[in-house]
């Protein structure tokens, strides 16, 4: 059986920046947390900031952040561009230093379009709450468990209606994510207790 896991940005490493602000000139900056594309409202010239709060100022290919966003280098903008089977809008923006100073003008939101109906409601623990449209989701996710006679083998990258800022990679990509030695990636085996929110 295909194995699937949650795929998240090491927080815990010192010497890696953060971002923890969202940028003023991004309107619906909540769009990249769920999936949904931003197109033409997205701006020109968007620049995130270091967050001052940690000290560390080197640039993993995931970057940590609070904002919900995967955030990448250019080297994981292409391992995606090229591997990923789900359609992926890459937003690029400029990465300031604590001081405010560019650091890299290379980065990218790695917006993964679109969520999948694949998450066990019933086995998944965490904090439920009702989605606009009505449908149950998580608000904080504890544990995550898949619908696996539903699952979509071919698919490698997906996001969970359920649970739209989890970000799902099949064992084939994040062994290639290994392998090519991307740098900050973190990844939770299914029923695995996380902290999600």
Not at 161 to 185: N, W, Y
Request: charged residues 20%; aromatic residues 10%; hydrophobic residues 40%.
């Amino acid at each position: 059986m295909t194995s699937y896991f949650i795929l998240s940005a090491d927080s815990a490493k010192p010497e890696y920046c953060q971002v923890w602000k969202y940028p003023s000139a991004l309107s619906n900056f909540y769009k990249p947390t769920v999936g949904k594309p931003l197109g033409t409202e997205y701006p020109q010239g968007l620049s995130l900031q270091m967050a001052p709060e940690v000290p560390g100022s080197k640039i993993p290919d995931a970057i940590p952040n609070t904002l919900g966003y995967l955030l990448v280098s250019a080297r994981m903008k292409e391992l995606l561009a090229s591997h990923a089977t789900e359609p992926i809008e890459f937003l690029r923006f400029s990465l300031l230093t604590h001081k405010g100073r560019p650091a890299s003008d290379d980065c990218y939101i790695a917006n993964v379009v679109g969520t999948r109906p694949w998450g066990d409601m019933d086995r998944s623990m965490g904090a439920r709450v009702t989605s606009p449209s009505g449908e149950p989701q998580f608000d904080r996710l504890r544990r995550l468990y898949l619908k696996d006679a539903e699952l979509d083998s071919k698919v490698n990258l997906f996001r969970l209606s359920m649970m739209p800022r989890v970000i799902l990679v099949r064992e084939d990509l994040k062994a290639l994510m290994e392998a090519q030695g991307m740098q900050g990636t973190v990844f939770y085996p299914l029923g695995t207790k996380v902290d999600i929110q």
